[in-house]
C-alpha cells in the first residue's frame, strides 16, 4: 500500500526552529552602558596590603604570636565562654606548655631502672596521645569543632597544671613531710579544677546537648593522669 504523503504544513513534520534563531531580532538601546573597567578599589589595596605578613620583619611576626598567645593564655587563667581560642587557634601555646611540663617532670637519674618517674618523651606522647584521644572522642560524639581547634584548647587548658608544677617544684625545696603533701596535694587539686573548669567552658558548646558528658569524661581523665604525674612527683 502506498503511504500517504504528508502535508507540508502538518505541525508533527515540522522541521524545529533553531534554539537562539530570536537573538538576532533584539536590539541594545544606546543608553545602557555596555563597557567598563574591572579595577580594585584603592582602599582595597590598602586594607590587603596591612593585613599581609610577607613584608613584615622577623621580630614583628614573633612579637605578634607572643602576643596572641598571652592573649589566649589569659582567656585560660580566667575562663568564660569565649570563641577565641576555637577561632584564631594555634599550638605555639599548647607546644611550650608540653615542653615545659616534660622538662620540669623529668627526672635526673641516669639509671631508669633506680628512677621510676616519667622522662620527657614519655610526658610528652601521653600529652598529645591524651589531647588526640579526647579529639577523635569529640568527633565521633558529634561535635562540630574541628581536629586542631579541639588540640588548641586542650594544649592551652594545660596552663594552671604547668603553674602547679612549678609550685611544687618549688615547696619540693623544703623539708619533706605530711604538710609539704598537703600543700602539693592542694594545689594540685584547685589547679586540676582550673583546667577542667576552663576547657569545658570553650568546648561544651560544640558537643550535642546529650552527649556533653560523654564528652567531658575523657577531659577529666586527661588532666587526672597528668595531675597524678605532677603529685607523685619526687626529685
Known amino acids: 500500500m502506498a503511504e500517504a504523503a ?64 598571652g592573649k589566649k593564655f ?14 584564631d587557634w594555634d599550638l605555639w601555646g599548647p607546644l611550650i606548655l608540653c615542653v615545659t611540663l616534660a622538662l620540669m617532670l623529668q627526672r635526673g637519674s641516669v639509671d631508669s631502672e633506680k628512677d621510676g618517674g616519667p622522662q620527657f618523651a614519655e610526658v610528652f606522647v601521653i600529652v598529645w596521645f591524651g589531647a588526640v584521644t579526647i579529639t577523635l572522642n569529640s568527633k565521633l560524639l558529634g561535635g562540630n569543632i574541628s581536629f586542631f581547634q579541639s588540640l588548641c584548647v586542650l594544649g592551652y587548658c594545660i596552663l594552671p597544671l604547668t603553674v602547679a608544677m612549678l609550685v611544687c617544684r618549688l615547696v ?47 577531659v577529666f581523665l586527661f588532666y587526672f593522669v597528668i595531675s597524678w604525674m605532677i603529685l607523685t612527683f619526687t626529685p
Open 172 to 218: 619540693l625545696l623544703a623539708e619533706p613531710g605530711p604538710i609539704n603533701f598537703m600543700v602539693r596535694l592542694f594545689v594540685v587539686i584547685v589547679m586540676f579544677a582550673w583546667s577542667i573548669i576552663a576547657s569545658t567552658a570553650f568546648l561544651a558548646d560544640s558537643q550535642p546537648p546529650n552527649r556533653k558528658a560523654l564528652a567531658v569524661y575523657p
Open 74 to 87: 589569659m582567656h585560660v587563667l580566667y575562663p568564660r565562654k569565649s570563641n577565641t581560642l576555637l577561632r
Open 6 to 69: 504528508e502535508s507540508p504544513g502538518d505541525p508533527g513534520t515540522a522541521s524545529p526552529r533553531p534554539l537562539f534563531a530570536g537573538l538576532s531580532d533584539i536590539s541594545i538601546s544606546q543608553d545602557i552602558p555596555v563597557e567598563g573597567e574591572i579595577t580594585i578599589p584603592m582602599r582595597s589595596r590598602i586594607r590587603e596590603f596591612d593585613s599581609s605578613t610577607l613584608n613584615e620583619s622577623v621580630q614583628n611576626t614573633i612579637m605578634r604570636d607572643l602576643k596572641a598567645v
